[in-house]
């Protein structure tokens, strides 16, 4: 079985595609959703939704509930990875060998293949990508120049001129690799739908703010 870890957002989105147009036959979406907002692993914001990503691509999901305590939050995606028979596990790890040096440890225990199709990508090339052939919107946001404006807002070419400032200016990681932010794709192109998001609410803390889906459905292109 491959399997791919997916979160919904777009680095997990995109090498799930590249990893399909290589020729794997991807036949499991693993999706952990944690209960701690404060996960060092996994995405958490609109996680919910990815049913409706798993629907519009046509592969079998598995959802998986961890309480998203440090370290400890790996021993339920080891379980899932063991429980589903994995062999071969997509990432959409880019850059953080904090995340990509646990699975790696975790896959080699067990024998499975861990491949990260993104790792070390240039973020303007992914970006250019996912501007071209994507909608994909910015979830969360948690970084100094990040604000609630950049909420819902589709990563386009306008949003990565918007990003090249704020890299220039306030040292961000234009893909997010450092928790400055979090996303969620709307369509894609192996998606047979795209989703709409009917409702929707704006969540600010002290240093966050989220982009909250209370209801969305799949509707043809």
């Not at 040096?101 to 973020?123: E, F, N, Q, V, Y």
């Not at 950049?150 to 918007?162: A, H, P, T």
């Not at 929707?200 to 889906?213: D, H, Q």
């Amino acid at each position: 079985m491959i399997a791919c870890l997916f979160s919904g957002g777009k680095d997990s989105t995109l090498a799930l595609h590249k990893a399909v147009s290589a020729g794997k036959k991807v036949g499991l979406l693993i999706t952990m959703r944690p209960d701690s907002a404060d996960s060092y692993m996994f995405h958490k914001p609109n996680v919910d939704f990815t049913n409706l990503q798993a629907e519009a691509l046509g592969i079998s999901q598995a959802l998986v509930v961890t309480k998203g305590e440090k370290e400890k939050e790996l021993t339920d995606l080891e379980a899932a990875l063991v429980d589903n028979s994995v062999e071969e596990i997509i990432t959409g790890a880019v850059a953080s060998e904090y995340q990509n040096s646990r699975i790696d440890a975790m896959c080699k225990r067990h024998s499975i293949l861990h491949t990260a199709p993104l790792w070390g990508i240039d973020p303007m090339e992914e970006l250019n990508e996912l501007a071209r052939s994507y909608k994909v919107i910015i979830t969360k946001v948690a970084a100094e120049g990040l604000d609630s404006s950049f909420l819902g807002q589709e990563i386009d070419q306008r949003m990565i001129k918007r990003l090249e400032e704020l890299q220039r200016r306030n040292r961000i990681n234009m893909l997010f690799e450092g928790g400055e932010a979090e996303s969620f794709v709307l369509d894609a192109p192996l998606f047979k739908r795209r989703i709409e998001v009917i409702n929707f609410g704006i969540v600010e803390k002290s240093s966050s703010a989220e982009y909250v889906i209370k209801e969305a459905r799949l509707v043809d292109k």
